[in-house]
């Protein structure tokens, strides 16, 4: 099957008419007839009906139609993902990421980008992230990698991962204890982490406000040395954790039920050259971590 076959029948049906869709398409009107009969030929089904000089689309038609744009949309962003393998692009990008996407998402599409594009130059800030959203916002950062979906209306966002949060405590803590009257170790107020912990706490019926707060910074890795030491308790991410609690340096308190997604974000009306880079070497490195 012909990808022109597909595109001809979506731009009669977007046009409703043959003559405009031929007109579009820079084809003669026979010729886009001719097309739509051969992908009906092919599907073996008629795909368009006519009714008092209206075009309307048979069941199998709607069903085409819908796929149709589906395949077209994955072949340009094919053909731009391929012009871009085939170009020496070069240039700079600034990535912002907080604290679990920087850490946990961001080696594996660094290691992509430096792979395919090796004349790009990368700037990484690290930041929480309500500050990372302001600086892609304001255009001070191109993309962003985030633990809370943005709200702005002009900024562009997907899906990259997800974790869950727990709260852990150093290994000698007593078993049974009551964990909401301990001291804590806790993330900056505008972190990812901190919102949700916020959130789970509620959860299961805890003010986050009724807390006793130790110390609060927005480093983990220095959250994970004191809480090992029995300098408080921590609300962490799952990902951040895991190793300690195997090797035993850490002890599982709680398991919230908080489950946080992490997000890729940038402005919708970003013109920069590396854009659509930057967005397959993204989606490839997700794609390697399922």
């Known amino acids: 099957m012909d990808i022109k076959y597909l595109d001809a029948f979506v731009n009669v049906v977007d046009l409703k008419s043959f003559t405009l869709a031929a007109t579009r398409l820079g084809i003669s009107q026979p010729g886009i007839s001719k097309q739509v009969q051969r992908l009906e030929a092919e599907l073996g089904t008629r795909l368009i009906a006519r009714s008092d000089g209206e075009l309307l689309l048979t069941e199998a038609g709607q069903l085409t139609y819908q796929t149709a744009r589906m395949l077209l949309a994955q072949w340009e962003s094919l053909q731009g993902q391929c012009a871009l393998l085939s170009q ?10 907080s604290t679990i996407p920087g850490k ?3 080696p594996a599409i660094l290691k992509r980008l430096q792979v395919l594009y090796p004349h790009v130059h990368v700037e990484v800030q690290l930041d929480d992230s309500e ?6 916002h304001a255009g001070r950062v191109d993309i962003g990698l985030v633990g809370a979906q943005p709200e702005s209306p002009d900024l562009l ?18 078993e049974g ?5 301990l001291p804590f170790v806790l993330r900056e107020p505008g972190s990812g982490t901190r919102r949700a912990a916020e959130t789970g706490l509620r959860e299961v019926g805890v ?10 910074t927005n480093d983990t890795d220095l959250i994970l040395t004191l809480v090992k030491t029995g300098l408080g308790l921590a609300i962490l991410s799952n990902q951040d954790t895991s190793l300690p609690l195997e090797s035993g340096d850490l002890k599982l308190v709680e398991v919230l039920p908080a489950h946080r997604d992490f997000y890729a974000v ?13 967005v397959d070497c993204i989606n490839a490195a997700l794609m390697t971590r399922e």
Request: aromatic share 8%.
């Open 88 to 97: 020496d692009v070069s240039g700079r990008v600034i990535i912002g990421a």
């Open 104 to 106: 946990h998402y961001l």
């Open 131 to 136: 500050a990372v959203l302001t600086a892609v």
């Open 157 to 174: 966002y997907w899906r990259i991962g997800s974790d869950q949060l727990v709260i852990v405590g150093s290994p000698d803590l007593e």
């Open 177 to 181: 204890v009551d964990w909401r009257r």
């Open 207 to 216: 003010l986050p406000e009724s807390l006793s707060c130790f110390l609060q």
């Open 266 to 278: 940038q402005r919708r009306d970003s013109a920069h050259p590396l854009r659509e880079a930057m």
